[in-house]
């Protein structure tokens, strides 16, 4: 069984930094795209971040130069740092797997974390 948990979320100042980890058992880690993808209310799933197997990055706009993702194959882990956070990056966020990064990137991932809650006060 496949899970993915996720952890870090919380209550920040607008500039201030969070980092978000995504804890995966039941895959092959390092052959899946992971992925960090957010829901603010009232709006649609949008990805934030997604890195493949081969260490392919990509950053939606507005995140690029302030979040950076990783991931770390020896611990089945992939986290999110979160740097100069702005009231608009509010949302919950998920963190998604798939062999496919395109299917990360497109939200349609096969497995999903339960997600964690990031809000950020101006």
């Known amino acids: 069984q496949v899970q993915l948990v996720e952890s870090g979320g919380g209550l920040v100042q607008a500039g201030g930094s969070l980092r978000l980890s995504c804890a995966a058992s039941?895959?092959?880690?390092?052959?899946?795209?992971m992925g960090w993808l957010r829901q603010a209310p009232g709006k649609e799933r949008e990805l934030v971040a997604a890195?493949?197997?081969?260490?392919?990055?990509y950053y939606v706009d507005s995140v690029k130069g302030r979040f950076t993702i990783s991931r770390d194959n020896a611990k089945n882990t992939v986290s999110l740092q979160m740097n100069s956070l702005k009231p608009e990056d509010t949302a919950v966020y998920y963190c998604?797997?798939?062999?496919?990064?395109?299917?990360?990137?497109?939200?349609?991932?096969?497995?999903w974390g339960q997600g964690t809650q990031v809000t950020v006060s101006s």
């Open positions: 998604a797997a798939d062999f496919y990064v395109q299917n990360v990137m497109r939200g349609s991932g096969d497995y």
């Open positions: 039941g895959l092959t880690f390092g052959k899946n795209a």
């Open positions: 890195i493949s197997s081969g260490d392919y990055i």
